[in-house]
């Protein structure tokens, strides 16, 4: 695909507003065949990429726009509400661009490749998932060799969302052959590097344009495209934080879209009997409140995590138990609240909301929002966040 250079140092504002056109002129329009045909939103992306909307989160030093997660969530939620599944691959782009900008500043070849990104919206993927680890993202079985400054690495992952679209993929590893499982690095595999193979369908209920069906992956490039420091710093750091926070904020973008539609709906039940209150509107209150909080839980962690200082040392509060269980409650909430928004919404429309061909249908948005429970599952969470409460002590 021919890739229009985009101008590095963009600001939050005129990106917000790219988004917002992209999400009614491009995302919105083409929403029901990316989930009915299973495609990856290929000209949603390429609408992004135009607009420079994928160095978003790359920092100012190196051309980009630098936005805070904050920001990040900002612009996701607004695709989200067009498109839940175009929302989730900007968000999962983002989190593995953080990843880059946050601990690949030691190195030059990152800086570098930061740059790349500004000047040619390359798209990031990521390969955490691994047939043997059953969802643990902080276990892997394969292992990154070196030699002769080159690495080869291979992998089985169980789900690579739109590996078969991008530029490069973030893969999870473990640090050498002799190493632990939970001893792990990440390696930045540029598509010149690598030979991915199909090994499993993508045919789910929701999220269907994320294309995440399992791949056989087999690499080898320049050494310094391992990223520097262990991978359990820069998941603590920045991919648990900026998961957690950017899929909370698509979930709410779906939930909210779910919503708009059921207030479009009561509207126009109130157009048809002037100066009554449909006794649906009560319900539409209801969601409106669940909807909001929600929204407050992601921006919340989003704003105190940008209250953090850059520095090395601000960024070990990141390793503490107070933020881990903070990280837990908001997946697990987020996730649990989005499908309820949608069955309330759901309720409120009715029958119109159950057909598929109707403008106020519900089915893509509610089959989406059950992805969220599972994308990492709760019930492996709440495990997690279990074993620290044991010992945390610091009130709830
Ligand atoms: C839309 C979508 C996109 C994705 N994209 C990617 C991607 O790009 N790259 C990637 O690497 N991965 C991706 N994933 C995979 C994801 O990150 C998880 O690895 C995967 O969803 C976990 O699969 P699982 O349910 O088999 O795993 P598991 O966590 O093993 O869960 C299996 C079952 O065990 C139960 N369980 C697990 N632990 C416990 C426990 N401690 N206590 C009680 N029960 C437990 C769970 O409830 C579940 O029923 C994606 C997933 C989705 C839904």
Not at 33 to 46: H, K, N
Not at 261 to 282: D, E, L, Y
Request: hydrophobic share 40%; proline share 4%; net charge neutral.
């Amino acid at each position: 695909m021919d890739r229009q250079p985009t101008r590095s140092g963009q600001s939050f504002g005129p990106l917000l507003e790219a988004v917002r056109r992209i999400a009614s002129e491009v995302a919105a329009p083409n929403a029901a065949d990316v989930d009915s045909q299973a495609r990856f939103p290929g000209e949603t992306l390429a609408a992004l990429r135009d607009a420079g909307v994928l160095s978003a989160a790359v920092p100012r030093e190196q051309g980009g726009a630098g936005c805070g997660l904050l920001e990040l969530a900002q612009l996701c939620s607004t695709l989200a509400q067009a498109c839940g599944s175009s929302g989730m691959v900007l968000a999962m782009h983002y989190i593995q661009l953080a990843c880059i900008a946050h601990h690949g500043q030691e190195s030059e070849f990152f800086k570098s490749y930061l740059r790349d990104i500004v000047q040619h919206q390359h798209l990031l993927a990521s390969m955490t998932s691994e047939v043997g680890t059953f969802g643990e993202t902080r276990t892997s079985v394969c292992a990154v060799e070196r030699e002769g400054g080159k690495f080869v690495l291979n992998k089985d992952a169980t789900t690579g969302s739109y590996c078969a679209h991008t530029d490069a993929i973030l893969v999870t590893c473990r640090r050498d052959a002799q190493a632990p499982g939970t001893d792990q690095v990440l390696v930045l595999v540029r598509k010149e590097d690598c030979t991915i193979k199909q090994t499993t369908s993508w045919d789910t209920l929701g999220m269907r344009g994320t294309c995440s069906p399992g791949f056989r992956l087999e690499s080898s490039g320049p050494e310094q495209q391992i990223l520097p420091g262990a991978f359990a710093d820069s998941s603590a750091q920045t991919m648990v934080p900026y998961s957690h926070v950017l899929w909370s904020s698509v979930w709410w973008g779906i939930a909210a879209d779910a919503v708009g539609k059921a207030a479009n709906f009561v509207r126009g039940q109130a157009r048809q009997a002037p100066g009554t209150v449909p006794p649906t509107a009560t319900r539409l209150a209801e969601a409106s409140l669940q909807l909001q909080n929600m929204k407050q839980l992601w921006q919340s962690a989003a704003t105190a995590f940008d209250a953090i200082g850059p520095d090395s040392r601000s960024r070990e509060e990141l390793l503490s138990m107070g933020w881990a269980l903070r990280l837990n409650n908001l997946k697990i909430s987020c996730s649990e609240a989005a499908p309820q928004i949608v069955h309330r919404a759901l309720q409120i429309v009715g029958i119109l909301g159950y057909k598929n061909d109707s403008p106020f249908s519900l089915g893509r948005q509610y089959r989406d929002s059950l992805s969220a429970s599972l994308m990492i599952s709760n019930d492996r969470i709440a495990a997690k966040s279990a074993s620290m409460l044991l010992i945390f002590k610091d009130g709830p």
